[in-house]
Structures are given as C-alpha cells and as structure tokens.
C-alpha cells in the first residue's frame, strides 16, 4: 500500500515567497521594530492598517513586510486594523487583555480547542468557563446562555471556530451583543473561510478575531498570527502589548486603552515575507484542502457519521467525522497507526478537565468518545494521498 506523506505538516515554498525572503536577507534587516516612541508619533498607534505603510522615521509599528502582511489581510477581510504577532497565541494574549477587564474576571470558552484558547485567557489572569459544544462541535449557544442567566460573572465570550466551522458564530455574537459583554474569535483554523451562506469572513463578527499562520494552517510561516479589529482602542492596546509597551510613557493615555505590561511578541520580517506570499497564494493553498476535502467525504460518508448539520467550510482545516459505536474510536486510530496514517483521537487532557471543571459536558463528551479527525488535507497531499487515507479508513472497519 502506498506510503502517505501526511504524518508532518509541510509548507508549500514557492519562487515568491523565495523572492520575498531574499529581499528581507539582502535589506540586512531581519526585523524593524523600535521599542520607543516620540510623543510627535503617538497618533501612529491608532492608525489605520492601510495608513501605516507610508509612515517612515519610526519603526514602533515595525518594518515593511509586518505592516504590508498587516495591510493585506486588513483588505482581504475588509477590516481597519490587523497587528500581527509572533503566535496565534501572544495575539489571544493580547486580545484579552485589551478588554480591560478586572483580574480573575469569568470569560466564557468552548470546552473543545487547541489548549493555547484556554491557557491565554489563564495567561492574562483571567478564569475561563468550559461551555459546552452541541453536534457542530462549536459552542452551544444554548448552553452559554443557560450558563449567563444562572452566573451573571460572565464578564466576555471567547467563541473557537473549531476545524474552521462558523456554526452558532452568529447566533453567539446576538447573545453577547445583548447582553453587553464583548466577544472575541479564534479563527486559529479558519483563516479567511467565509461565514456559510454570507460574504463575511469569520473573526470579523466578535470585538477581536484571530487567526493563525503556525505549522499545520491553511497559510503558514511556520509560526505566527494576526489580531483584526475595527476598535481602533483594540488595535493600539494589542500594538503596545506586542511591543513591550515602552511606549505609554509618552502617549496620551485614555481609559479606553488596556495593556499588559508588554512582551516581545513581535514577528520578523522573514515571518511577515512568507505570510505576505501565503496570502497572496490563497487561492493556490485554499484550493488544495477543498479538494481533499470534498474527496473525504465522498467517499467516506456511507461508511461513518459525518454530521447533516456541517457542511464544508469555505476553508477547510480539517475533517472531522465520527463512528457510531464509541468501542470502535481507538480501534480505527490503532489500525490507522499502523498503516502510517495519523488519526487524532483527541487531546490527552481536555480543557475542561485540564481548567479545574470536571463535571461532564455531554457535547464534549461525546465528541472524546466518537468523533476522529483528519489533518492531512494540505499541501502536499492530493487524491491520491486521500484515496490512501480513505481505504485505511474502510478496511480499519472489519480489522
């Protein structure tokens, strides 16, 4: 049986982000940022992403590639401001802490994600509360306002886009809206996927989205991530805490900007170089998963449950799918595994078992006892690769 290539995410290098690169090599500048800024300056700060990119003699906003990357997301999802960050990450960190809200403050969070969701909310001193997900593996909007209407601490909503799915983001954002508690997204896996049914792209519904470029992502440099807004307080807290935020002795402070103390969380212009290629590839790179995609659940949908309610994602990161009979999960990894196919199963810990809140959730249970996901469908896989995949799949079935 042919050998897969899948087992290690790859990122496709083409001759522009070589170009880009080399450029960034022959400036000899390798990053642009200053950690200070003159008071004539301060304005700079609430700029808009498009109105940085002719601001020369001050670096605080750091050099051409950051803000040029920085600029074309911004156009891409018609958003005022992205600040770029060295990790997805440092801009949830960021994020949170730009809310200003009170130390040890309650923030809502999906009980399924990546663990870095929960850990930036505990990072920025802040507690998160597991929400259950429903079928859609997103958070159950049913769920977070049985959780409001019983505990008024709920002081925000960090809402995840889990596998790029934009199910119950709309409906998430009225709840938060009424009830006047702010909303911040993790599109960490669904960067520049389009809302289903809508031209809007997900992370620009919450206060602050966010999206990823780390090794496994749709568009990827390896590491890093973009914050976008249209508060132009967000963007300016979120630009000082990236930077050290050696900059507010000389800016006129406002209760409106919130900052951490500040951190190096500033990307390289090598990073933004490739990030710039990436986006500019989109339609190269997005293509890709949406064939592979659509290839998987072909030919896999007579064989597991692949739920009704979740249709592709613009931009697809993963598949996700699960079996009927909870005994038969580990048996489908075990024999995956062994045929050199990597099936994830499932985090060892959970986030809500990992943050202190044990009592079950029956969506997130349910999701570590049925559902299996699949990573593969990037660069350099093809049909081929997915034909592979998918005959492991069937014959794990009868062992």
């Not at 620009?204 to 132009?232: A, W």
Request: net charge neutral; aromatic share 10%.
């Amino acid at each position: 049986m042919k050998k897969i290539r899948s087992n290690k995410s790859l990122t496709w290098i083409s001759d522009t982000e070589k170009k880009y690169i080399n450029d960034v090599l022959s400036s000899g500048e390798l990053t642009n940022f200053t950690g200070t800024l003159n008071t004539k300056d301060e304005n700079i700060l609430f700029n808009k992403s498009k109105d940085i990119l002719s601001i020369r003699g001050n670096s605080y906003l750091g050099g051409d590639y950051v803000r040029r990357a920085e600029d074309l997301i911004s156009k891409l999802v018609s958003i005022d401001y992205a600040v770029m960050h060295n990790s997805a990450t440092s801009c949830l960190f960021s994020a949170i802490t730009a809310l200003g809200l009170e130390k040890n403050s309650n923030i809502a969070v999906s009980g399924i994600s990546f663990s870095a969701t929960a850990a930036s909310i505990v990072a920025a001193g802040m507690k998160p509360v597991m929400i259950d997900v429903d079928e859609t593996l997103n958070m159950s909007p049913i769920a977070l306002q049985q959780i409001i209407e019983t505990d008024k601490s709920i002081k925000a909503v960090l809402f995840v886009e889990w596998a790029g799915r934009s199910n119950n983001l709309l409906k998430i954002k009225e709840i938060c809206t009424f009830e006047g508690i702010p909303m911040i997204e993790d599109s960490s896996q669904a960067v520049l996927s389009k809302i289903d049914g809508t031209n809007t792209f997900c992370g620009c519904v919450g206060d602050i989205g966010i999206f990823s470029l780390n090794g496994p992502k749709t568009f990827s440099i390896g590491e890093g991530g973009f914050s976008v807004t249209n508060n132009k307080f967000f963007a300016a807290s979120m630009r000082l805490t990236r930077n050290h935020a050696e900059a507010y002795k000389v800016i006129t402070r406002s209760p409106e900007l919130n900052f951490a103390d500040g951190f190096n969380f500033r990307p390289t212009e090598i990073s933004a170089a490739i990030a710039l290629a990436q986006l500019e590839r989109r339609d190269q790179l997005k293509a890709i998963r949406q064939l592979n995609y659509k290839y998987l659940f072909d030919k896999l949908k007579d064989h597991f449950v692949i739920e009704d309610s979740v249709k592709m994602p613009d931009s697809p990161y993963s598949f996700v799918f699960s079996v009927k009979d909870p005994s038969l999960k580990h048996e489908v990894i075990n024999f995956a595994q062994r045929n050199d196919i990597s099936i994830f199963g499932g985090y060892p810990v959970e986030h809500w078992e990992l943050y202190n809140q044990t009592e079950l959730l029956s969506g997130c249970e349910k999701y570590r006892l049925n559902y299996l996901t699949i990573y593969q469908i990037g660069y350099p896989n093809n049909s081929n690769d997915m034909q592979t995949i998918v005959n492991i799949l069937i014959n794990s079935l009868n062992f």
